[in-house]
T-cell receptor, first 113, second 114 residues
């Protein structure tokens, strides 16, 4: 069954902790993305990667880090430098090219306690 | 700065009627346009993509694009209560031929009244 898997579904973080959100895809897509969604807001791009071992900052990269060591995997670390990390985090992937339909995982809801 | 604007709603439509959702975008270099449906607490689901001016139909859904007016719309015919959701408009501006991510509007909350 092809798709994008995010884990965990819910995550609780204490103040000052780093946490890593997992995103795995078996669609053979080259490009992967991380978005953040706050209540009543659209999606905002955090980081994206067009190819293995390369990634670019999106609009709100401060306080986040990523790696892309494998085509299938694009984990996101929310660091203690992120001032307001409570949000719904969405991972997506797409093929390269101009008709870049992006497909999303089921999301991870992160709450700071 | 790339911007995508949508009326947040809620937009209330009687069951069986046509729901019309609108979106405008600021970047004239935009190449690809997408509509996503998002149910409360769930992730967005792609329902339509459109790349050239005109209409594109898929079942009860029709996407309309007017690049001169920087306007894209989604029509839902024979609206059903299950269509009640937030509809996100997304736009892609290519850079260097690669996929550098979509810019999303804040979404329109659609309510289909039985």
């Amino acid at each position: 069954d092809g798709g994008i898997t995010q884990s965990p579904k819910y995550l609780f973080r204490k103040e000052g902790q780093n946490v890593t959100l997992s995103c795995e895809q078996n669609l053979n897509h080259d490009a992967m993305y991380w978005y953040r969604q706050d209540p009543g807001q659209g999606l905002r791009l955090i980081y994206y990667s067009q190819i293995v071992n390369d990634f670019q900052k999106g609009d709100i990269a401060e306080g986040y880090s990523v790696s892309r060591e494998k085509k299938e995997s694009f984990p996101l670390t929310v660091t203690s430098a992120q001032k307001n990390p409570t949000a719904f985090y969405l991972c997506a992937s797409s093929v390269q090219g101009w008709n870049t339909e992006a497909f999303f995982g089921q999301g991870t809801r992160l709450t700071v306690v | 700065q790339k911007e995508v604007e949508q009326n947040s709603g809620p937009l209330s439509v009687p069951e069986g009627a046509i729901a019309s959702l609108n979106c405008t975008y600021s970047d004239r270099g935009s190449q690809s346009f997408f509509w996503y449906r998002q149910y409360s607490g769930k992730s967005p689901e792609l329902i339509m993509s459109i790349y050239s001016n005109g209409d594109k139909e898929d079942g009860r859904f029709t996407a309309q694009l007017n690049k001169a007016s920087q306007y894209v719309s989604l029509l839902i015919r024979d609206s059903q209560p299950s269509d009640s959701a937030t509809y996100l408009c997304a736009v892609n501006v290519l850079s260097g031929g690669g996929a550098d991510g979509l810019t999303f509007g804040k979404g329109t909350h659609l309510i289909i009244q039985p």
